[in-house]
């Protein structure tokens, strides 16, 4: 008994031992705000908008060259519509930042951290990650592409599900052609 008391602490101390001097390679790369670009677009029943935010800060995290983790701020204040002009232009991007949609004055930023990471193929793998918009968090789930120092991810958000109320058939009846679809889409276009 005492022998086998004594082998256990034996390993238990290698063990201890080996984790404590073992580095773990985790290299973050801070993603180049001013070439990276964050594109969405809006669909209605009648049409669609699109236009870009702002990345505030960001990185993804490696391991050798496996992607294990990331996570992004997004500066809300910076949604523009680039889809129109003028006047119309003002009031969408307006009516946007507004508390009917992304309340940006209360909610300056939403933020992505991944959560976890599975490598699908050379360059790609899934992500699941928490995505932050007006305090709200739920899980997201996308794909991303990495070559070299870029790299490619596009999302589908569900804004139901982050209180975003205007024009969504998931609050609202009898909307017909005002109705704007819960969905909107994140295009990532990333170098780091």
């Known amino acids: ?29 801070e993603i180049k705000i001013e070439e990276s670009t964050l594109v969405w677009k809006g669909y209605k029943v009648t049409g669609s908008h699109e236009g870009t935010i702002d990345i505030k800060s960001g990185h993804l995290s490696f391991d050798n060259d496996k992607l294990v983790g990331g996570e992004f701020v997004v500066d809300m204040q910076t949604l523009v519509s680039t889809d129109m002009e003028g006047e119309y232009k003002g009031k969408l991007e307006g009516h946007l930042k507004s508390d009917d949609f992304f309340g940006v004055e209360e ?13 699908s193929g050379k360059n790609a793998y899934d992500v699941t990650a928490d995505l932050t918009i007006k305090g709200k968090t739920n899980p997201v789930s996308f794909k991303i592409s990495i070559y070299g120092s870029k790299a490619t991810a596009s999302l589908k958000v569900d804004r139901a599900k982050y209180d975003v109320r205007y024009g969504s058939t998931s609050f609202f009846d009898g909307l017909k052609d005002k109705a704007i679809y819960d969905e909107f889409d994140l295009v990532a276009d990333l170098e780091f």
Request: no cysteine.
């Open 1 to 29: 008994m005492k022998k086998t008391i004594k082998n256990l602490a034996i390993v238990a101390l290698v063990a201890f031992a080996t984790q404590s001097f073992t580095k773990v390679d985790v290299e973050k790369k």
């Open 107 to 119: 909610h300056p930023t939403s933020t992505l951290v991944f959560t976890d990471v599975k490598q």
